[in-house]
């Protein structure tokens, strides 16, 4: 590739033809603001923060979007540019809510970082400001406009990651603001939940519903035994709230910091993935020998299903009908194990912790309840929402001891672990599904060809004497991809796993804020998280969710076999198409 020689602060810089005055920068150490730009987004050079001075030029350039020349010259520092960004931060701030000490994100807010980091200390301008309500129809995510500040990154994430394009600018001036089709409420529009929009945005305008206070009050209440779940990429994670570094695998400590919390027991959401694995195995055997309806599409993502109900409801026959991990375990917690220790369900306060805001909206789906009306999963809380809990009540985490789940919903494979990532379920499913068709133990459980932090993977797999055409797919733009591939007839796929988040459960909408000016979409912060669970899975003694004895125990006393009348009546569901129908 060609190269190109500028000069950027007196430095002799060279780098590829295309590459931005802000990418050339960093080259020599030098990092430009910046508060729009994210790297895995498009360009759109709203914030204007990033300006720097070219040579020959009459007015500031932005870094961000400006293309090296050969022999330009740029000066990325200087009073006149330094005045500039802080007049450009104050203006912000300005038509900004002065409530940062009760803020949510206080402490992790890029324009509060920004605005100290330019030496912005009052509030010099004033005038007319914005005002909007608070919008909190959705179950999954509030939506404040009058902390946006239009950089347009959620915008750009549901658009170009997603596929979803439920959010855009709308009005004009001073009125200016971001929401779906004709400010539709979130409840009313194709937003699929999925927390993206919240992971992206730099300040408040986005945020996840707050179930501390209700999980707090289940908590202080001596009628209600409080039982909670933590999802497998949970503990890839939640160390980077307390300042661990990314990939700091963290189950026992989380396990600890639970009881402390005052949770009478710690069951693993693992052991779900695991039952899942039992369930859907069964039904893509079936699918397989009789003909169909294939591909048969995984279900574990509350965000994908969503997606699918209301973009391409032609094809819910092809979704697997199991329940998620998390739904499964909670529906055993108010019969199975309610039955066990002789405990009305009604008492009974299920808690799960999950990486994803679309778990908020999937325990509110109706076919989440039972005949009675009795809700199976009661709050959610995210990784981000646990580890305020956990610094609210003063423990200090990295002081903990590990202990472990309490059983016999707490124990799980490593099958279980890697659910957390892109590829997992189709991982997991694959070492059970390769021995019931073969009847033969698999020389080697790790699948490489299916593991995909990023994108898109498809691969054929010979299991015995059948060729199995599979596909790994997250975030939804890659989901449509495959089933336009399905659609058209293009290809013939036995099973997929479509997963809504970036990276699978690991990149979340609820997982904690990148620290050291890293961002959610940082593919090394997400690598580091899947290679967590898969040392997880690799550490292990039992690797395949059919070997658990407590998996096999259920099915024993309870359930009799996967895909028994009783297990289909308690572990899987149904779907139906959504409006406003999605615009592919």
Known sequence: MKSVNLIIDDNPVSVPDGTTIMKAAETIGVYIPRLCYVPDLGIEGACRICIVEVEGSLNYQVSCATKVREGMRVKTNSPAIRMARRDLVELILDNHPMDCQT???????????????????????????????????????????????????????CAEVQGVHNLNQQYRGIKTVVGPAHMAKMKDSVCIDCGQCVNVCPTAAFLEKNSTDAVWAALSDPNKKVIVQIAPSIRAAIGEGFGLKPGTPEAGRTVTALRRLGFATVFDTNFGADLTIMEESEEFIKRLNNDGPLPLLTSCSPGWVKFLEHFYPEMIPYMSTCRSPMTMLSVLLKTYYAEKVAIDPKDIYVVAIMPCTAKKFEINRPEHFNEAGLQYTDAVLTTRELVWMIKAYGIDFNALEEEEFDNPLGFSTGAGDIFGTTGGVMEAALRTTAERLTGKPLDDLNFYDVRA????????????????????????????????????????????????????????????????????????????????????????????????????????????????????????????????????
């Open 453 to 584: 932090v990023t994108g898109l993977k498809e691969a054929s797999i010979k299991i015995g004497s059948k060729e199995i055409n599979i596909a790994v797919a997250n975030g939804l733009n890659n989901a449509k991809t495959i089933l336009e591939k399905v659609k058209s007839g293009v290809k013939t796929y036995h099973l997929i796993e479509l997963m809504a988040c970036p990276g699978g459960c690991i990149g979340g909408g609820g997982q904690p804020y990148p620290l050291d000016g890293r961002y959610v979409l940082d593919h090394e912060i997400l690598q580091k998280r899947a290679s967590a669970l898969y040392s997880i899975d690799a550490a292990k003694k039992v690797r395949k969710s059919h070997e658990n004895p407590y998996i096999q125990q259920l099915y024993k006393q309870y359930l009799q076999y996967p895909g028994s009348e009783k297990a289909h009546t308690l572990l899987h569901t149904s779907y139906t198409p959504r409006y406003p129908k999605g615009i592919k």
């Open 103 to 157: 803020c949510e994100r206080d402490g992790h807010c890029e324009l509060q970082d920004l605005a100290y980091s330019m030496g912005v200390r009052e509030r010099i301008f004033s005038g007319q400001r914005k005002r909007y309500e608070i919008e909190d129809s959705s179950c999954s995510v509030v939506r404040n406009s009058e902390k946006c500040i239009l950089c347009n990154r959620c915008i750009r994430v």
